[in-house]
Every structure is written in C-alpha cells, then in structure tokens.
C-alpha cells in the first residue's frame, strides 16, 4: 500500500496543509480522510459519544481535546460505536485508551498517546467550531488525511492521480 501523505503532499503543495508531527497512529485502519466534523471539549467525551453515534460515512471527527494528557477522550466502546455507523476516523488531540481493542477496529484512530482514566461526562462542549492546533486551522466542512505520515489539511476534497 503506497503512502497517502506524501503523494498528496506532491501532487498539491499549494492547497495542503501539514499538522505539526504530534500523533501516534492507533486505530486498525492505516490510512484514512474525508470530511471534517469538529467538537471541542476538555476531558469531557459526551458529545464524542452524541457524534459517533450519528451515521459517519465519507467523514472524520476531529476532536480538540485541548492537548490534555489526563484522561482518555476516546475508549474501545466509542471507538466500535463509530465503526458501525462508518466513520472513517477519528483525530484527538488528546489521549486515548483501550489501544488493543481499538487496534483491532476497522476505523482510523490517531491521537497523542495513551491514558487509561476516562473522562468526566458533563455535556460540556462545542460542535462544528473552527480547531486550530498543530500549526493548522481544522474547519468543518472542509477535508483531512491521516496515515503513518502525519496528517494534513485541504479546503478541498483531494484524490491521488495514478501515473
């Protein structure tokens, strides 16, 4: 399987933009994209769990988790939640645990490393609002790649020409 980053990178320097190289891959599923969905919230994962239940296809939720290195914005059961309802993967700014199980999910999961406290469930935060972290505006609507290479950004949908 060829590398998606780098071939996206090459074939549209312009319109690309590259996160800062800050997360691990963690998710079954190497490489993946589509349409950004934002939320933003600290250590607080219930409306992580509000969108990973509404169908996902052709789209991956960005979650701004505000850096927090405490508590694990997404574990095995949300994960597999979005699977079934075909997300095609999830971005957190934050942790995540569980990493065996979700290893072995068919989903795209990239994140800052492993915590194994949950979160609190207040109902707090923000859907559908501009994130910028890493160096880059992620904005709803707009597209994302992720593979072992990193992830970037693009106002547009992208596809790779084959030679």
């Known amino acids: 399987m060829e590398d998606l980053l780098p071939e996206l990178c090459d074939q549209f320097p312009d319109l690309v933009q590259v996160v800062e ?31 990973v239940a509404l169908p996902g296809q052709g789209k991956v939720l960005v979650v701004d988790g505000g850096g927090s290195m405490r508590k694990a914005m997404l574990g095995d059961m949300l994960a597999e939640k979005a699977t079934v309802n075909g997300w095609e993967g999830i971005i957190i700014y934050g942790c995540i645990r569980d ?65």
């Open 21 to 51: 190289p800050m997360f691990g891959s963690f998710g079954g599923k190497e490489r993946f994209g589509g349409e950004i969905v934002t939320l933003k919230a600290f250590e607080d994962n219930s409306l992580v769990r509000e969108q």
């Open 99 to 163: 990493v065996n199980a979700i290893a072995d999910l068919n989903v795209g999961v990239q994140a800052l490393g492993a915590h194994p406290m949950k979160t609190d469930k207040k109902g707090l935060g923000e859907l559908n609002v501009d994130l910028t972290f890493g160096g880059v505006t992620f904005r709803p609507g707009e597209y994302v790649y992720a593979d072992n290479n990193g992830v970037l950004v693009s106002p547009s949908k992208l596809e790779v020409a084959e030679d």
